[in-house]
């Protein structure tokens, strides 16, 4: 007790809290530490103080004592913990912590803005009392604001730690510069870049440092200039800013500059970024662009070059062509001799079979160019397949092969696709069938192989032919260029062995594939795919309409006979189709015996069959029941027919092979419902149409063949045209006298068929202004397209038939005569 009387602890209180005060302006945290225990060892009286922190849950740390043998009794973090959980000065009377007799240990809890500690005081018992308690108290509120301090400078240092980290880590020099001049730094990389040591981070010798590198760049003066701009106005930031070193270049630095702005500190943060590599490589890059760029006009020049070299090839070719072929045709329609029809004939197929071999090799440079594009528009499956059907017709009937197709009920009856193009394939494998067979059948099949992703439709068609066969060891010259399986089948058949590699290249771009099945003595299949979506609603193949409120044929009996299994089993499943049920024979006896049984409503025969043929057969199965309508399939050709014209009378109707699955439906039709027999008309290509179109034609051409050949088609339909040599005679022309209608040339001398649509699309009224058809030779170019942005209204390619002439007048009847009212 006597030590408590010489001890004035408000005194010591005071004291310490001054003796705080300059402890508080350290900037090590740690010597605030050491100071402030120092200090309340002293002012305390203690034998011995210590200053600890709270890491984690797990850990205490001490960051100063005045006694080590003291400190080392604080190992227990869980005892620290729950002495600071009571939050207030402990006298530890339960000797929790190891201490000699006659000493007390004070635990003083530090629990401030995220700092959790404590001070820890070893006392001489006696000194316990209320006004060390008092002087506690006091203590304890200097305590806090050292505790408070220490936290946030534990907090810069650890924040600047992570920042210098940062600094250090990142590729990119740093540099920061304040307004005023008096504070700078930089990190590793930008000490490096500028060549200065990194300890010297004050203004004036980073400034001299950044002067110097930018006196050393290439490009100094746009530096100058971009910089002069920078620092003009205040706030201006720029990025992506380049420094140039060496000639050639040696280095590359990417430079932005951004101003630092807040309350007290005003600056700017430059950022230096080496882009060598990627300059170098940019600097390559656009020398190679620069250089691919000109090699490539220099190809399209060549290509463009080719393109107009084959274009006025085909011109030139394809025009004194139109006048053989066209010229045969008007020859056909005179009276010759049989020898004479003999040489004209050759003369027309020679002549079709050149345009042929012309149009392929044209097609294939198209497309080896990619000067190809496909169309995307509605088309009828069955009406490809049939229009290919009638253009090969004749050939299929000279060697007298069924053309047989059968579209499965699935397929989608619309398609969006290339009409032409699918044709053109279409002709490419049927022809080649027909070629290469001699007897027997070229059968299309298409099915749907399942809708894939956007809703395209896999379609699948297969030509099957009855030929001589491919071998194996030989299909992987089937699809190259000029190439047929051998040389003894160009011989013999002809052709440029373009028609399948045109075919394989088309098959691609409408994104399918082909692939041939064959074997020798039996025939050969040609079997691709194409992907398309099916135009509008989804409507597919049997959906075809049937005329029901005519006459209804659903669950009429009908007997077919024909002695190709192929042809009968197609037929009576379009008969299924039609929901007819069809009975089908390959032997004429068999049928007769089944007519005598059964109740058949109609019978479809067909012409030619091994034994006895359709009008001897039909003559006994009339003789069996007279009132059983028959209908006759002929494919041996139109003379045929027409010598059957004392037989008609046994034939409710005759359709010529290859017959559309329409024509059938509507013969079946006609033929039920007992009207008026429908046997096929021979038209006359060369009818006069001349008293239902009265009108006036111009026809510009300079090629004085063609001039001639045109006409005289429109001659044979009783119209006088007058001939303009060019398009400014055409123009001429129209002034002395009024036109209805004008054949116009593409290429002509003077002025272009081209440029004279134009003109008169400019000056005459639309309602007043002639109907324009282009017939042109050329085939490279996209003369559809060019003569419609023209302001042409058709085309006709040449050459064209007397067919082609008549059919574009048949179009455009009604807006010609509304022309003539005018």
């Known amino acids: 007790m006597d030590k408590q009387k010489n001890i004035d602890w408000t005194y010591e209180a005071v004291n310490f809290l001054i003796g705080l005060y300059p402890i508080k302006k350290e900037k090590d945290f740690e010597v605030i530490y050491t100071r402030a225990t120092n200090l309340i060892k002293k002012h305390a009286h203690a034998k011995a103080a210590a200053f600890v922190r709270m890491e984690d849950k797990l850990t205490v740390r001490k960051h100063a004592n005045t006694s080590e043998h003291f400190l080392n009794r604080f ?33 003083i809890p530090l629990n401030e803005s995220g700092f959790v500690g404590a001070v820890v005081l070893l006392i001489d018992e006696e000194l316990k009392s209320d006004e060390l308690l008092k002087f506690l108290d006091y203590a304890l ?8 301090i220490i936290q946030n400078y534990f907090l810069i240092e650890e924040l600047t730690t992570r920042f210098n980290a940062i600094l250090e880590t990142i590729p990119q020099g740093i540099v920061f510069v304040d307004d005023m001049g008096k504070s700078g730094w930089v990190n590793s990389q930008a000490a490096e870049i500028l060549d200065i040591p990194k300890e010297r981070n004050h203004p004036v010798a980073i400034a001299e440092a950044m002067q110097q590198l930018r006196n050393t760049a290439a490009n100094k003066e746009e530096i100058i200039q971009e910089g002069i701009r920078l620092f003009k106005t205040p706030g201006q930031k720029i990025h992506h800013w380049k420094w140039i070193f060496g000639n050639p270049i040696t280095s590359v630095l990417s430079v932005s500059c951004v101003p630092t702005i807040s309350e007290n500190i005003k600056g700017r943060l430059w950022v230096f970024t080496d882009v060598t590599f990627q300059h170098l490589a940019n600097e390559q890059l656009y020398e190679l662009n620069t250089e691919l760029a000109e090699k490539r006009r220099i190809a399209d020049d060549q290509n463009k070059a080719k393109s107009d070299f084959l274009a006025n090839m085909s011109h030139e ?24 029809i003999d040489y ?74 290339d009409i032409t193009r699918l044709r053109q394939i279409m002709i490419n494998l049927v022809s080649n069938g027909i070629k290469f067979t001699e007897k027997g059948e070229i059968q299309v099949n ?17 030509v099957k032919d009855t030929g001589i066969g491919i071998p194996k060891e030989k299909y992987y010259r089937l699809f190259e260029s000029f190439s047929q399986v051998d040389s003894s089948t160009t011989r013999k058949y002809g052709g440029t062995g373009l028609g399948l590699a045109i075919s394989q290249r088309l098959i691609t771009l409408m994104g399918g594939s082909i692939r041939v099945e064959s074997e020798v ?76 049984k059964e109740d058949y409503d109609l019978v479809i025969i067909d012409m030619l069959m091994p034994v006895k043929d359709g009008i001897e057969v039909t003559n006994i199965i009339k003789e069996l029941r007279k009132d059983l309508p028959v209908i006759l399939f002929s494919s041996s050709g139109n003379h045929h027919l027409l010598s059957l014209k004392e037989n ?25 419902s007992k009207s008026t027999k429908w046997a096929p008309r021979i038209i006359d290509a060369v009818e006069e149409v001349a008293p239902s179109l009265p009108i006036n034609i111009l026809i510009a051409e300079d090629d004085s063949i063609n001039q001639k050949l045109l006409k005289r088609v429109l001659e044979k339909m009783g119209y006088m045209a007058d001939i303009a040599e060019n398009g400014l005679e055409a123009l001429k022309a129209m002034e002395e006298k009024r036109y209805h209608l004008i054949f116009m040339d593409v290429m002509m001398p003077e002025m272009d068929g081209f440029e004279a649509t134009r003109i008169i699309v400019e000056q005459y009224p639309k309602n007043i202004r002639p109907i324009i058809i282009t017939t042109t ?35 455009w009847k009604d807006e010609i005569l509304a022309k003539v009212e005018q």
């Open 777 to 811: 030779a050329n085939a490279l170019t996209d003369d559809r397209e060019k003569a419609i942005l023209a302001g042409m209204d058709d085309y006709i390619s040449k050459p064209f038939k007397m067919q082609d002439v008549k059919d574009k007048l048949d179009k």
């Open 344 to 417: 004209v004939e050759t003369i027309r197929i020679s002549g079709e079979a050149l345009i042929t071999i012309i149009n392929d090799i044209l097609d294939f440079s198209k497309i080896e160019s990619g000067k190809i594009e496909l169309e995307n528009k509605p088309l009828y499956i069955n009406n490809v397949i049939e229009e290919t059907y009638d253009l090969l017709s004749v050939n299929a009937n000279n060697k007298g092969l069924d053309l047989l197709y059968f579209i499965e009920p699935t397929v989608p009856l619309e398609i969006e696709g």
């Open 446 to 462: 298409v099915k749907n192989l399942g809708l894939e992703d956007d809703d395209f439709y896999k379609l699948e068609f297969t």
């Open 141 to 148: 509120v200097g305590l806090k604001e050292t505790a408070f």
């Open 648 to 672: 008609t009378r046994l034939f409710e109707a005759i359709l010529n092979k290859p017959t559309r699955h329409s024509q059938i439906l509507k013969a079946i039709e006609e033929v039920l």
């Open 317 to 340: 070719i394809r025009t004194p062509m139109n006048g053989v072929i066209g010229m045969a045709s008007l020859l056909t329609n005179t009276e010759l001799s049989e020898e004479q």
């Open 75 to 107: 190992n227990n973090a869980t005892l620290v913990l729950t002495l600071l959980e009571k939050n207030q000065i402990v006298f530890d009377t339960d000797n929790a912590f190891p201490k000699e007799e006659g000493e007390e240990v004070v635990f």
């Open 521 to 596: 003595g039996k025939g050969s299949s040609f079997i691709f795919h194409i992907k398309a979506r099916a135009h509008k609603s989804v409507k597919k193949y049997n959906t075809i309409n049937i005329n029901t409120e005519k006459v209804s044929i659903k669950n009429k009996k009908v007997l077919i006979l024909d002695d190709n299994k192929t042809n009968l089993k197609i037929l009576k499943a379009q008969c299924s189709i039609w929901g007819m049920n069809a009975t089908t024979f390959e032997y004429f006896e068999d049928a007769l015996t089944s007519i005598e």
